[in-house]
């Protein structure tokens, strides 16, 4: 465990590298019960830097993508920044967007341990992520289809048409901003109802961890239609019938100092993987509405990058 001073060092230099605040601004810390113990350490290690930080405990979401209880939601639009350090992401929210839209920057850190802050991906040069992460949201831009290639003979074609990239760098400058740390990917909301193929998943799956052994999933017209094993059944639980099966985001990892451990927030972030998502993507680009959003992340892929139209 962490000492407290080692903690507080560390938490003053994140708020010095990625954020640009006043110290006049106010900070909320939103936590939940799996997650307090992390969350009231952050909170406590802002005050000992002197910012105007307050905690507020909630109780957990049964899975990334469920909104927050709604007094939750209402106490993050009275801060100017907001960080959520939780079990499940509220990336993926209304609640997250609503607050951007007034202005606050929300900073999602859900599944966030204390070995997270002292190795792996939030101890990266955030200089060389965020140019990394840019440079690959642009080969996202001008590109209209990206096919991936997994295991033997796997392949999964998803169109992404005209629609942009999201560069999730983990440096955060402006007002307003939101993104995950710690963080390192260039991701995009595919066109609905158009992604065809199967995609081995040999990494981890948000809510379930580490897979055992590899995944297939077949996706047709979008949506998820089978998924092997004894965790892709787990998987299609999470999901649901509905629009939870909807393919969302393909995302690429582009921290060079992230780890594949099981925690998704830093799995999704490594070199030399990818990770689609499933359920909503209606607050980054998409139309999906869904109280759900799952990231499956695959390591060793082969891209290949399609231009059709430009």
Not at 175 to 182: E, Q, R, T, V
Not at 229 to 243: D, F, I, P, Y
Request: proline share 3%.
């Amino acid at each position: 465990m962490l000492k407290m001073t080692q903690f507080e060092s560390i938490v003053s230099d994140l708020m010095k590298t990625n954020f640009s605040l006043e110290k006049s601004a106010s900070i909320l810390v939103l936590t939940d019960r799996s997650t307090e113990e992390v969350g009231r350490k952050f909170a406590e290690a802002l005050k000992a830097d002197e910012w105007k930080s307050e905690l507020y405990i909630m109780e957990d979401r049964s899975k990334s993508g469920e909104e927050p209880p709604e007094e939750a939601a209402d106490h993050m639009l009275n801060y100017d920044m907001v960080f959520c350090l939780t079990k499940h992401s509220l990336t993926h929210t209304v609640a997250r967007k609503r607050a951007n839209a007034k202005g606050i920057s929300v900073i999602t850190m859900p599944g966030i341990t204390e070995d997270m802050f002292l190795n792996g991906a939030l101890r990266a040069d955030y200089g060389r992520v965020e140019q990394e992460t840019k440079e690959m949201t642009e080969k996202l831009n001008v590109h209209q289809q990206v096919t991936i290639y997994t295991g033997e003979h796997y392949e999964l074609n998803i169109p992404i048409g005209d629609r942009q990239g999201i560069a999730s760098t983990g440096v955060f400058k402006e007002k307003g901003m939101s993104g995950n740390l710690p963080s390192g990917e260039a991701y995009i909301a595919p066109l609905e109802g158009q992604a065809e193929g199967t995609i081995e998943i040999n990494g981890s799956i948000a809510g379930i961890g580490l897979v055992q052994e590899p995944i297939v999933l077949t996706i047709k017209k979008g949506r998820l239609e089978e998924a092997t094993g004894v965790e892709g059944e787990k998987l299609l639980a999470l999901l649901g019938q509905e629009s939870g099966r909807l393919l969302c985001e393909l995302g690429i990892g582009t921290n060079h100092a992230a780890r594949l451990t099981g925690k998704i927030l830093e799995d999704e972030k490594a070199y030399k993987t990818i990770h689609v998502a499933f359920g909503s993507n209606h607050t980054f680009g998409g139309t999906i509405e869904s109280n759900v959003h799952i990231d499956c992340v695959t390591k060793h892929p082969r891209i290949e990058w399609i231009k059709t139209t430009k």
